[in-house]
């Protein structure tokens, strides 16, 4: 009996050590989940090219009279969406607050060749950055980075460097280790440190930031919960407008909150004055 049950403890260390594995080889595709899209049909906004730093062609869309407008907002999607899908929602915020707005590409998503990963993100945000100051003439002053789910930690680490006027964050998750132990796998965060490569922390970086920081999330929100929204704002250093949405999932507050979710969007992108820090729910519109 001891014979077998030691043979039984071995074979579950063995399907244990194998799942650590294929998490530790796979992380990168569990974060990163570029969609297979039909090619692209013609849309209203511009389409523009840059390169990376290591040689990687990339592209976004602009949305706006870039040279009327006073702010530049970079917005960056989701791990399963692409840039375009935005371009409706960057129309009406760009309506709103009077702003442009640029939605970069990742690579490997879209059309775009090379793989997407956790170093490879910030090659990519950093050249959206230089575009935007090189091309669109965005300054510290002019400049608010916008992220959603994943966009949150990419807008988030580039604004440590590009020290945005705002930043603003939807549906975001305090660290990839915390997203990693919603995978319900023992210890998996015990040796995170020994095999991560994806090392997004949210909560980190806004301890640290001096720029305003904006929220919002879904109370619903099944993928990334609404307690990390929560911890997200009350860890920023400087704290802009958290907005609850009640009902709200992880992908629809512009439709649940309505005018709520677009008024508060468009004060964080106007955001240019001190404001008091405070927090706000509101109901779904019917």
Known sequence: MTHVFALILLALGGVYVGL???LWAFQEQVVFQPPRVPPASLTSARKVHYRAADGVDLFAYVVGDCRASRTVMIAFHGNADVAR?????????????????MLPEYRGYDGLAGSPSY???????????????ATLHATSDSLVLFGFSLGTAIATELAQSALPRALVLEAPFTSARAMAARLFVPGFTAVWSLIARVQFNTLARVRALRTRVWVAHGDRDRIVPVEMGREVFAACANRGELLVV????????????????WSWLA?????????VARATAVNPTH
């Open 119 to 133: 170093a490879a993100s910030e090659l990519d945000a950093r050249a959206a950055l230089d575009y935007a100051r």
């Open 246 to 261: 009640r009902g709200g999932g992880h992908t629809d507050l512009p439709e649940v909150a309505g005018s709520a979710y």
């Open 85 to 101: 899908w935005l371009v409706p929602w960057a129309a009406n915020a760009a309506h709103m607050a009077d702003a442009c707005v």
């Open 20 to 22: 650590v594995l294929l």
């Open 267 to 275: 004060r964080a992108i106007r955001a240019d004055s001190p404001v």
